[in-house]
């Protein structure tokens, strides 16, 4: 019997992980091919889109770079649309944070009547569906008379991303148990106390990787932001699909494949967060 | 210790400890969940007012009718219903099967660097613009693009690959992918291995053993991965704009296309709120019968 056991091991079943690992490999090149063909056709010398390309030069680089320092008004607004996507990830990330790790961390400690509603309620933003959310902010923002771009680019980006935030900030608490907090109030420290010295050390983790994901969530999102900007504020996912309505020029290429780098480096950067832990979604 | 002496004997009954220890959870609770509450507020009240548009006359925001959904009995609305709801189905199994592999291979990795070399690969489409996808497959299925060049090399005339369902398909696989691998994952990775030993110990060759212990078990997972896939699918404009053209007009597309260029928002509301119905309403009934499924498999 014990033979059946290193059967499945080693022996004659050998072959399982090697199709496996084929056909993930098969898998997951289909999943970089789209992206790797970006980067390739950047450098394409040709005036208009084929593959392969007749030759290859940086000309698309050069009429990137122009697009960004150059003086005509395209230029500034590719600049201007990088940086309003940025700074809006960066206040959604530190406002998800703020509302998602005290939300957490009353699902992970209390018991109370309505907790599996609550629950629900939380995930609600994952499965809504996010073309209808955008038009119901869009309804409401235009019926309130709510100007302010900025923050309500921030409020549907906030609420796409907290879900995944709290997740994850729930996943690094339920393997801990509470006998640190009781520790702590037995010696005397209050609640608020106990939450910033202990409960928060302990969370870190999951606040880190959950607000890096929400940073990621948030510079790449598109549909809530496609409804809510104006011609004052654009993100920058929405400067790309409204200069391409028009017509897919090759400087499409390699301004995407600059912003595919920066989101290389996140994406890398949310990788190494997670580390040996698991992500949340 | 004086101090909470002090405290217990100024109040004048146990019970009143009792409700005053039991108001200050409240309190604690609210505040603790109030802030996020606050953002789902804001969720739930933009839902409603999308759903008072809804039965609004289009310029006259205050009138009440049910036109809009009557206009939805349109030959184009329906159509549009039935496309959307055949492609997020198609695309959710498909992305579900093809992460199976994925996810085996994830869960079982022992390697660190490998492990998240591969879970790298994997959230990429996830978290990456999805227009740059979209671009991707233009220029795989473009005419003079990769697949025809390979296909011109080939001696073959291809035919136009973009701008069909299938395109948009291919897309919507592409961009939900990891939606479905990572719950997978977790759930396989929560199967010990000594209960695979045990089965082969006791006689089940490999392929009963994933059909009747890995499988089985993994289906939490899998449900997961499929509501995800399903209401992320369901809810696509951008794919289906682009790789469809103008022949592909999901639910996604006609909601677009009447809050944006056609200003008919009465009518967007009224397709939204179908979309968000139906969606819910076709996960309920997947999550129920998922978990009768399973309980019939288990005895």
């Known amino acids: 019997m014990s033979s059946r056991v290193g059967a499945l091991r080693r022996g004659k079943l050998n072959a399982e992980p090697i199709i496996l690992s084929v056909l993930s490999a098969i898998i997951l090149l289909f999943l970089l091919v789209p992206i790797v063909m970006v980067i390739l056709v950047s450098f394409s010398a040709d005036d208009t889109l084929q593959f392969p390309p007749s030759s290859w030069s940086l000309r698309w680089y050069q009429a990137a770079l122009e697009l960004f320092v150059g003086p005509n008004a395209a230029v500034v607004r590719f600049r201007e649309s990088l940086l309003t996507s940025l700074e809006v990830a960066c206040v959604v990330m530190i406002i998800a944070a703020v509302i998602s790790a005290p939300a957490a961390y009353a699902l992970a400690r209390y018991h109370f009547r309505g907790k599996l509603l609550v629950e629900q309620l939380i995930s609600l933003p994952i499965v809504f569906p996010v073309i209808v959310l955008g038009v119901a902010l869009l309804v409401m923002v235009s019926r309130l008379g709510i100007g302010m771009v900025f923050w309500r680019i921030v409020v549907a980006h906030v609420i796409i991303t907290f879900p995944f935030v709290v997740r994850n900030c729930t996943t690094s608490l339920a393997g801990l148990s509470s006998s640190l907090e009781e520790a702590a109030y037995t010696l005397g420290a209050n609640r608020l106390h106990s939450f910033t010295e202990i409960v928060l050390p302990l969370m870190r983790p999951g606040i880190l990787s959950g607000s890096m994901l ?9 549909t809530t932001s496609y409804f809510l900007s ?30 595919i780098c920066i989101d290389v480096a ?16 | 210790m004086a101090q909470q002496v002090d405290h217990i004997s100024s109040l004048p009954t146990a019970a009143a400890a009792v409700r005053r220890r039991s108001v200050r959870r409240i309190l604690t609770l609210v505040s603790f969940l109030g802030p996020a509450g606050l953002f789902l507020a804001v969720l739930i009240a933009a839902a409603l007012m999308a759903l008072r548009m809804s039965v609004s006359r289009e310029n006259a925001e205050s009138a009440w009718t049910v036109a809009s959904y009557g206009a939805l009995g349109a030959g184009i609305y329906l159509s549009s219903m039935l496309l959307t709801l055949k492609l997020s189905l198609l695309s959710t199994m498909i992305a579900v099967v093809l992460s199976l592999p994925v996810a085996m291979v994830l869960a079982r990795l022992r390697n660190d660097t490998v492990r998240s070399l591969m879970l790298f690969v994997v959230l990429l489409p996830l978290l990456m ?5 979209v671009y991707g497959w233009m220029v795989i299925l473009s005419p003079g693009a990769l697949v025809d060049s390979l296909a011109g090399a080939l001696g073959l005339n291809a035919p136009l690959l973009l701008y069909n369902q299938p395109s948009v398909l291919i897309g919507l696989v592409q961009s939900s992918f990891p939606l479905a691998v990572l719950p997978i994952t977790n759930a396989l990775r929560n199967i010990p291995m000594s209960i695979e030993e045990a089965a082969a110990t006791l006689g089940g060759n490999r392929v009963r053993t994933l059909w009747h212990i890995v499988f089985p078990l993994s289906m939490p997972g899998i449900v997961a991965a499929s509501l995800l896939v399903f209401a992320f699918n369901a809810s696509d404009w951008v794919i289906a704009l682009l790789l469809g053209g103008d022949r592909v007009t999901t639910m996604g597309v006609l909601i677009r296309d009447e809050m944006g260029p056609l200003l008919n928002w009465p009518i967007g509301s009224a397709l939204g709120t179908v979309l968000v119905v139906a969606t819910l309403i076709i996960l309920a009934v997947y999550q129920r019968l998922t978990s009768r499924y399973a309980e019939l498999w288990r005895t």
């Open chain 1, 214 to 222: 929400a940073f990621v969530l948030s510079f790449n999102h598109l």
């Open chain 1, 230 to 259: 104006t011609v004052d504020l654009i993100p920058l996912p929405v400067w790309l699909i409204q200069r391409n309505a028009v017509n897919l020029d090759l400087t499409t290429f390699s301004l995407s494949s600059m912003v």
């Open chain 1, 266 to 281: 996140l994406i890398w950067g949310l990788d190494w967060l997670i580390g040996k832990r698991r992500l949340t979604l």
């Open chain 2, 129 to 133: 613009n999805v227009l740059f996808q």
